[in-house]
């Protein structure tokens, strides 16, 4: 199996500069971004969530999929290249190595996602504020990756 950056090879690229965005939240586009080199923090309503600095992680999948605005802001943190696909889908169908890479990585966003939910559930069970509603979103999760899976089959 190629890796994600050896498919890549050859594609357009984009320079960062430090500060400048690659993608913005709530904004749209049909193209996925590769990370060749650098690093980049996720910025969900100006919070930094988390900081990317592996060469061949992938940045516009989930909207790209979900045909949905971008969930997240993706700002440079230091000098930061990446191939840019412009037609995302049309990549996807013709890299199945691509696909499986990012199913692996949507799957382990969702474990921890789920795991993390299970946790909270778990310590606020038993209050009555706002943070009892950790079993209506655990629920509406699971019920939700349920009836996808009823209307996909």
Do not use: W
């Amino acid at each position: 199996m190629k890796s994600t950056l050896d498919i890549c090879t050859g594609l357009p690229e984009s320079q960062l500069q430090v500060g400048e965005d690659i993608l913005v939240e709530n904004g749209e586009s049909s193209r996925l971004y590769i990370l060749k080199s650098g690093s980049v923090e996720i910025l969900k309503k100006k919070l930094q969530i988390n900081v990317v600095s592996t060469p061949g992680s992938v940045f516009g999948e989930v909207s790209l999929l979900l045909q949905r605005p971008h969930m997240a802001t993706v700002r440079a943190l230091e000098p930061s290249l990446f191939y840019v696909i412009e037609d995302g889908i049309k990549f996807l169908q013709e890299h199945p190595d691509i696909n499986l890479h990012i199913a692996r990585l949507l799957a382990g966003r969702l474990n921890s996602v789920t795991n993390y939910l299970v946790d909270l559930q778990q310590q606020f069970n038993a209050r009555e504020d706002h943070l009892s509603m950790v079993d209506e979103v655990l629920e509406s999760l699971l019920h939700h990756h349920s009836e996808q899976q009823d209307q996909e089959g």
